[in-house]
């Protein structure tokens, strides 16, 4: 993983990783505690407002649909940050099992409608028991497979609620619970069935949905709005609460596979990467505006010279790396703002100038003067030790009286720069050596 505090990352994405000051993209799956407060405890409502709080002094916010959008809109409308509206793709297996082991390994039939949900109790798993029990009572029969980790730590008896169930309503024939499959077992199972099943009662953007897309799969789903923003054909639709209107879409096509329309899911693929892209970059670009504007703003604020008693042990050189400057700003910084020790400062200390710096660009020497006498000529920076701390010493004993003392930063390469690069961490001055 590339170190969340090195300063040549332009952005930081997903969040979190750990603190840092590096601009960053968070990203906010949904806003589910706000809809449903009754499945959090009130210290994780308040944690999770506090952890959107902090996201949203971030530099962006990623989204993963126009209805979490809308969320956020209604339930944060004191905050202004640059919000972002990506839908994400599914990546699937590049080859998947042979449908007949897959049958062998999980005990499925030849027919049946596959529900792969976490057992989490607002995947509404319910929903689809009771138009089962619905159905045979008409005489109907189908089977559903459904397949997750049966555990929910919100509601831990969830699982054995729903076993119970299918015992009572004399379902055992018609309900497989196949556990946690692997991934390429799984998306076997969703491609061989007679339609994918999402009834959940909320979602941010289902990744269920976007699999049986990317398989061309039909999908019988909760009528929510994120799942309507999702699918636009291949689907039907019905009201989580209403077992009946489900069981009626199970009879159908339970009866008849139902017709798809096929199409390219690499559309949606390539789609979602540009959007993806295309965010990033605006993100990076606006940043890079905003820092700009600022560094023109503070470059002319800036103290060019130490005060000699604050010499010992000061930082002198500003770090401008949380304000960022381009390729003109720099040059305006190199021009106006050097280290400077006066001939006053010398004649009291020691001889030998001690500097202990962290190079943070690659590409630069070090020179230091004594007025215009050049007491160190490019001190090559090694590219390989960025952010590794150097020691260099300088005997002045020579050249007191010569002029004030500067500490140049020259033959940077031609990219612009959005930080200081040197950052002084120790100065002060020994005795020569014997």
Request: proline residues 6%; aromatic residues 10%; contains cysteine.
């Amino acid at each position: 993983m590339a170190d969340p505090h090195h300063r040549d990352i332009d952005l930081l994405f997903p969040f979190p990783i750990e603190e840092t000051s590096l601009p960053t993209l968070t990203w906010i799956p949904d806003f589910q505690e706000k809809h449903m407060p009754y499945l959090f405890t009130p210290g994780e409502i308040e944690g999770r407002r506090r952890e959107h709080e902090t996201y949203f002094s971030r530099e962006g916010l990623l989204l993963s649909s126009e209805d979490a959008l809308a969320d956020y809109r209604q339930f944060y409308s004191g905050y202004r940050i640059p919000t972002f509206v990506v839908p994400f793709a599914s990546f699937l297996p590049a080859q998947l099992p042979d449908m007949d082991a897959v049958r062998a390994r999980h005990g499925l039939p030849e027919r049946y409608f596959f529900a792969p949900n976490q057992f989490w109790i607002h995947k509404n798993h319910i929903v689809i028991l009771a138009a089962l029990k619905e159905l045979k009572e008409r005489g109907i029969e189908p089977i559903v497979c459904f397949s997750g980790k049966e555990f929910d730590p919100r509601a831990q008896g969830y699982a054995p609620f729903l076993r119970k169930k299918v015992a009572e309503w004399g379902l055992t024939d018609q309900v497989r619970f196949l556990g946690f499959m692997p991934r390429e077992d799984q998306v076997a199972a969703m491609r061989g069935a007679q339609a994918i099943i999402q009834p959940s009662r909320f979602e941010g953007w289902s990744t269920v949905i976007e699999d049986a897309k990317a398989l061309n799969q039909y999908i019988i789903a909760s009528r929510l709005d994120v799942h309507k923003e999702q699918l636009t054909k291949n689907a039907d639709f019905f009201d989580p609460s209403d077992f009946k209107s489900l069981a009626d879409l199970l009879e159908r096509h339970w009866q008849e596979r139902p017709t798809v329309e096929l199409s390219d899911y690499r559309r949606n693929q390539r789609e979602y990467g540009a959007r993806l892209l295309g965010t990033f970059r605006a993100l990076v670009m606006a940043n890079q505006a905003a820092r700009e504007d600022m560094a023109r703003e503070i470059v002319s604020d800036i103290s060019h010279s130490i005060d000699d008693s604050d010499i010992l042990g000061l930082s002198p050189v500003v770090d401008l790396r949380d304000e960022g400057l381009d390729t003109e700003g720099w040059s305006r910084w190199m021009e106006s703002t050097q280290l400077l020790v006066s001939r006053e400062t010398l004649t009291a200390k020691a001889p030998v100038l001690h500097l202990v710096f962290r190079n943070q660009v690659p590409g630069q020497k070090l020179t230091i003067r004594a007025g215009e006498t050049i007491l160190q000529k490019g001190f090559t920076i090694p590219q390989d030790e960025l952010s590794v701390p150097l020691e260099l010493y300088v005997n002045l004993e020579k050249h007191v009286g010569a002029g004030d003392i500067r500490l140049e930063i020259s033959e940077l390469t031609k990219q612009g720069y959005r930080q200081l690069g040197l950052l002084i961490e120790k100065i002060d001055f020994v005795a020569m050596a014997n």
